[in-house]
T-cell receptor
Framework: DTEVTQTPKHLVMGMTNKKSLKCEQH?????MYWYKQKAKKPPELMFV???????INESVPSRFSPECPNSSLLNLHLHALQPEDSALYLC???????????????FGPGTRLLVL | KQEVTQIPAALSVPEGENLVLNCSFT??????LQWFRQDPGKGLTSLLL???SQREQTSGRLNASLDKSSGRSTLYIAASQPGDSATYLC??????????WGLGTSLAVNP
């Protein structure tokens, strides 16, 4: 199984809603990532978890709250988002984070989020 | 500040052509360089990863090379097919533990 799955595929939410994005992998990877991607732009790193601990937070607003319940699951909790947060949210995983940088990252299909 | 540049930004070719996509980076202290493919509205597919100690990697019709001294990587696609149409992104993993991305090359292969 070399797949990263993400649910839901699409999400529409109001600015007062609370929702969660889910990411799952069963490749035994110990590093997991959240990226945000706007149209015609490359992905922007948001968070990195290594061995279920938050390793990198790229100064993301607190309305985005990541959670790694176990080594296979990664959640992104959303609350009080703004319309400019509308984007494709991508999850990725890699075997681990080596001292020399990241290994090959495997990406999920993404959740397309629209904030009204 | 590390930067990754991809040239050309867009490319349209007839089916069957061999083509080269270019990626240049300002930081020669890379650890690995990855090439990804992204179809419209979809996630990213990892195509090839070249470790800093390697010169090239091959997978099927794809060949990626790395020249650290000149700060360049190229992705060669042989005998292009309409199914190769997508955006191709390169990303440089430097010593700050982050992927630095290019803006991508949008490829259209016409039947």
């Amino acid at each position: 199984d070399t797949e990263v799955t993400q649910t839901p595929k699409h999400l529409v939410m109001g600015m007062t809603n609370k929702k969660s994005l889910k990411c799952e992998q069963h490749m035994g990877h110990r590093a997991m990532y959240w990226y945000k991607q706007k149209a015609k732009k490359p992905p922007e790193l948001m968070f990195v978890y290594s061995y279920e601990k938050l390793s990198i937070n790229e100064s993301v607003p607190s309305r985005f709250s990541p959670e790694c319940p176990n080594s296979s699951l990664l959640n992104l909790h959303l609350h009080a988002l703004q319309p400019e947060d509308s984007a494709l949210y991508l999850c990725a995983s890699s075997l681990q984070i080596t001292s020399g940088g990241f290994e090959t990252q495997y990406f999920g299909p993404g959740t397309r989020l629209l904030v009204l | 500040k590390q930067e990754v540049t991809q040239i050309p930004a867009a490319l349209s070719v007839p089916e069957g052509e061999n083509l080269v996509l270019n990626c240049s980076f300002t930081d020669s202290a890379i650890y690995n360089l990855q090439w990804f493919r992204q179809d419209p509205g979809k996630g990213l597919t990892s195509l090839l990863l070249i470790q800093s100690s390697q010169r090239e990697q091959t997978s099927g019709r794809l060949n990626a090379s790395l020249d650290k001294s000149s700060g360049r990587s190229t992705l060669y696609i042989a005998a292009s097919q309409p199914g190769d149409s997508a955006t191709y992104l390169c990303a440089n993993a430097g010593n700050n533990r982050k992927l630095i991305w290019g803006l991508g090359t949008s490829l259209a292969v016409n039947p």
